[in-house]
């Protein structure tokens, strides 16, 4: 899958049969010649991607299964609760809209995505593309423009 920043706190995660726009709202998954788009909480299926929305105060977050690969979007919201994070499956990646420690150390994802911020020790990437295979073993953190 390739992952790439849509702006304004979107993030989209594209496959060979789905594509998935995340955004603090909702979740909108596209493939063929059809959309469907999915918000609040609950489990929900469209594609082969399985979403979880996971109700957060008068937020969702949600844990998308996508390509066999565990993917977590918190957005601006951090610092789960640990009662948000035992509802949480695998996550191989997390993708924050800022950076969070507590998150990252609670979920311990392979990969860590940002967006960019424009500091300038970081080299932020277009897009970053990942299998289930190529996860890394070591956390790594990713930042994407």
């Given at each position: ?39 609040g ?30 993917v ?22 997390l ?32 897009k ?18």
């Open positions: 899958m390739d992952i790439y920043y849509d702006g304004d706190e979107k993030f989209k995660l594209k496959g060979k049969i789905a594509s998935v726009l995340l955004s603090s709202n909702n979740i909108l998954v596209e493939g063929g010649d059809s959309q469907r788009q999915f918000e909480p609950g489990e929900f299926e469209s594609k082969g991607v399985v979403i979880t929305g996971i109700k957060r105060g008068n937020k969702t977050l949600y844990h998308i299964n996508f390509e066999g690969v565990g977590v979007y918190l957005g601006e919201e951090n610092n789960l609760t640990e009662e948000e994070s035992g509802q949480i499956d695998q996550t191989d990646i993708i924050l809209g800022t950076n969070s420690p507590k998150d990252i150390a609670t979920l311990e994802p392979k990969i860590v995505i940002l967006k960019d911020t424009g500091k300038e020790n970081e080299t932020p990437l277009s970053l593309s990942i299998t289930k295979e190529k996860l890394p073993e070591e956390p790594q953190i990713v930042v994407l423009k």
